[in-house]
């Protein structure tokens, strides 16, 4: 395995692998997405992680650093994907999950799963990222939280998306799956209820 990821492995028998790729403002290492690969990995995933050019540039040369043209994040994504060993799952947190919803068809993984799909930049709901997620031959999953900046549930229903891909929400949860203090829930909830979904997909899509 390549120094390039970063591994988390079940204590229990591996039941499958996710390629998951960080969001644009936050490495790989970020609280949430060691939140999230524990969560998984206490369900039996396997997850690898790794970091896009600019990011690991910004570990090296201090600083940060806009992310990189989508054309070499796909790049990026393709290389790391091809050094592992199939079969696996591909996706990631907001940008790293629109990175693998493009590539997926290309890459033809197990299943896609994306946590707080970027559906639209931050106040611009005209300017859609969905054009490729109609004709998407992939099984796919989405994961939101409902008061997610970037694609509510009365916006995502106007949305031509593709059979295949489903969208599951999380009561209250924002961009980063933190809730409102109303709700009685944490942000490590709804992380966790984020993991369960996920498990719950790949073992629907396994069999």
Not at 106 to 111: F, I, S, V, Y
Not at 134 to 147: D, F, H, K, S, V
Request: hydrophobic share 35%; aromatic share 6%.
């Amino acid at each position: 395995m390549s120094s390039s990821f970063l591994e988390t492995r079940p204590s229990t028998q591996t039941q499958a692998t996710l390629l998951l790729a960080h969001g644009a403002g936050a490495p790989m290492d970020s609280d949430y997405m060691n939140q999230l690969a524990d969560a998984l990995a206490t369900r039996g995933i396997r997850v690898l992680r790794f970091e896009f050019p600019y990011m690991a540039d910004r570990r090296t040369g201090g600083g940060k650093r806009p992310p990189n043209p989508m054309p070499a994040l796909q790049d990026s994504f393709r290389e790391h994907y091809r050094s592992c060993q199939p079969p696996l799952y591909i996706g990631g947190k907001s940008m790293g999950g629109r990175v693998a919803s493009l590539l997926a068809d290309e890459l033809q993984p197990a299943g896609l799963i994306c946590f707080g799909y970027p559906f639209h930049p931050p106040g611009k709901p005209e300017k859609l990222r969905t054009d490729h997620l109609a004709p998407l031959r992939t099984r796919g999953l989405i994961i939101q939280g409902t008061r997610d900046p970037l694609g509510r549930p009365d916006e995502v229903a106007e949305y031509v998306l593709s059979e295949q891909l489903q969208v599951s929400w999380l009561d209250t949860g924002d961009h980063d799956l933190k809730p409102l203090k109303s709700s009685g829930l944490t942000q490590t909830d709804l992380i966790n209820q984020a993991a369960g979904r996920a498990v719950a997909f790949m073992q629907l899509v396994k069999e």
